[in-house]
């Protein structure tokens, strides 16, 4: 099971969204990471099949998704940004008028349905109108249709947008209880979304594929680069404001400062400025760490 991008570029007149970017997918949960605007939701459109590249191509199984029509369709599940739901509807209703746009036959679909609805836990619901769900229940009721079709390749553009934490947690453990034999692709800039559930992470910036690994590979590149400073006050934070990236400020009940710092070379920085050296140890750097080193 594998999805090749091969040199894809996108250009909207001016705009270069994406610039050769190549990528191999197997089984398995790929977070892509990138701020607004690097063409995570473009490059996601064409591997939907719902965006033709300007160059490049896309290929199943050494097949190019272009030559296979409905038959890749088939194999995708695809739960697009923000996407307007009908109020109106009932979840069951909605899911049966997805369905049917996918060419479910109906007791396939009422099969599938009703497994799903107790996947994504919204039993208790179903029959009530969108409209009275909370923002989890609808981003889960998208992906339920996302998975109608038992589908091999599962692209996800930020399921978590607009979730409080405990939904966010939520839907980060569901997906994780998806994952087996599919592919699975996430689109977010929500580091924690895809933090411990991916094997690949692959950070966009600007078109093109900036970094691509294992999150423990990645986070090596950043290693003795986060350290956590101890400041009396916050004047020796305003003169580190400008010489290096602060990811927290936590005071403790002595009205210390404990501050989590990102900054290429700590030593050098501490000897060649004009304030006292302060108490400081280097830290295990996280992703929300690597995230900040690259798009702070
Ligand atoms: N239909 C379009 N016409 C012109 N430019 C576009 C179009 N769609 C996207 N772009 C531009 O392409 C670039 C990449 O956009 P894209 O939406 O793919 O980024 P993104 O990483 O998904 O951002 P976001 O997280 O905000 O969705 C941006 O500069 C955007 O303005």
Redesign the pocket.
Known sequence: MELTIHHLSKQ??Q?T??HNVSLQLSSGIYGLL???????????KIITANLQATSGTVSWNGQNIAAMGDHYRSLLGYMP?QQELYSDFTGNRFLRYMAALKGLEKKEAEERIAHLVEVVNLQEVIHKKISAYSGGMKQRLLIAQALLNDPKVIIL??PTAGLDPKERINIRNFISTIAANKIVLI?T?VVQDIEYIAKEIIV?KK?EILLKGHPEQLLSSIKQKVALLQLDDEQALASLQQKLIISSIIRDYEQKLHVRVIADDLANLFESASFIEPAYQYVQPTLEDLYLYYFH
Do not use: F
């Open positions: 909207y007149r705009i969204a994406i990138g701020p607004n605007g690097a063409g995570k939701s473009t490059l996601i940004q553009d930020e689109a800039h966009m078109g």
